[in-house]
């Protein structure tokens, strides 16, 4: 059977895409439920974070998906419900404690999304589905291609986890988008797993992890990875928060938002900048010319006063013949 290419995105859907990945998902994802109740990973976990963080111990929230539909992720909760004097959430890094971090560390907070898995909404590999607030901020490259099946783990958690940037996790799940076969899904399960195991023995004290946690804070939030690095304005940034939330209330279709990126402006910035080094490039040939007219004159004074010379010593020898005469 033949493989369907968009030649727009490089997106080449083969046969194991289309028909065998979808298989795998729902039997793996289904022994996986069945044997993490029986062993029993899931109600064990369940009932921790009924005791460590309050209820519900699951929550569910709305996540980019498939040719960019919106859908409910689950996953065990890491923060508690602490909130202010007005009744407001506090900041992530005061809700999160000690056991929350475990099951981010170990990424037990993640097997919910079996259930994902089972409803056809997720794939077990596939690009993490990131928040809605960072996709409509999306450039259309990276839009065009988050058009693919979500993962429970992907090339970003496999390589580089946590330590990825944003330009790195754009480059590795465009890449992907563009290559799924079942030896490239094999890889990044493995290597999921080293990851895991790997994040799990390394050892950091108070000061290193909470800067890191700090790093990690400021730069985890695309919109405001864009806004501290001078990519959007803060009136983009406040008109994409609230698309972005108007798309969650509403389940919509998360759609590509020109308003929100500056390319335009790149461009007017670049047109500036080249109307400003021709200016100057006339600059500094007007000068040239000033400098060049100065020089002639200066030379023509000089050959003028040269002649004057020359004639006054023809005319004293004229004379001098004469009087000799």
Do not use: C
């Not at 993490?36 to 519900?56: N, Q």
């Not at 923060?79 to 037990?108: C, V, W, Y």
């Not at 009136?235 to 020109?258: F, H, M, S, T, W």
């Amino acid at each position: 059977m033949k493989s369907k290419n968009n030649k727009k995105t490089g997106i080449t859907r083969s046969f194991y895409s289309r028909f065998v990945k979808r298989f795998f998902d729902f039997n793996i994802s289904l022994i996986g439920i069945l044997v993490l109740i029986i062993i029993p990973v899931l109600p064990i976990t369940y009932i921790l974070t009924l005791i460590f963080l309050g209820g519900p111990a699951i929550y569910k929230q709305v996540r980019p998906g498939k040719n960019h539909k919106t859908f409910y992720i689950y996953k065990f909760r890491t923060m508690t419900n602490k909130k202010d004097e007005n009744g407001n959430l506090l900041p992530d890094e005061q809700r999160i404690t000690k056991f929350g971090k475990f099951l981010r560390k170990t990424s037990l907070d993640e097997l919910p999304q079996l259930f994902n898995i089972l409803k056809g909404d997720m794939s077990i590999i596939g690009p993490r589905p990131r928040l809605v607030k960072d996709m409509v901020f999306y450039d259309k490259e990276a839009y065009d291609h988050y058009v693919v099946t979500p993962g429970l783990t992907g090339p970003t958690q496999a390589f580089g986890r946590n330590k990825n940037t944003w330009e790195q996790v754009f480059e590795k799940d465009i890449e992907y988008a563009q290559r799924i076969t079942f030896g490239y899904d094999f890889k990044i399960f493995l290597f999921t797993f080293i990851s895991v195991f790997k994040n799990k023995g390394e050892t950091h004290s108070n000061a290193e992890e909470d800067k890191h946690q700090e790093t990690k804070e400021q730069e985890y939030y695309y919109p405001n990875y864009l806004l501290r690095i001078g990519k959007i304005t803060e009136e983009q940034y406040k008109k994409g928060l609230e698309i972005a939330n108007d798309i969650v209330v509403n389940l919509k279709v998360i759609d590509y938002y020109p308003e929100l990126h500056n390319e335009n402006l790149e461009e007017n910035n670049l047109l500036t900048e080249n109307e400003e080094t021709e200016n100057q490039d006339k600059n500094v040939s007007l000068e040239n010319n000033i400098i060049n007219e100065e020089s002639t004159e200066t030379l023509v004074e000089k050959i003028s006063e040269n002649d004057s010379n020359n004639l006054e010593t023809e005319v004293i020898n004229v004379t001098l013949k004469d009087e000799n005469n």
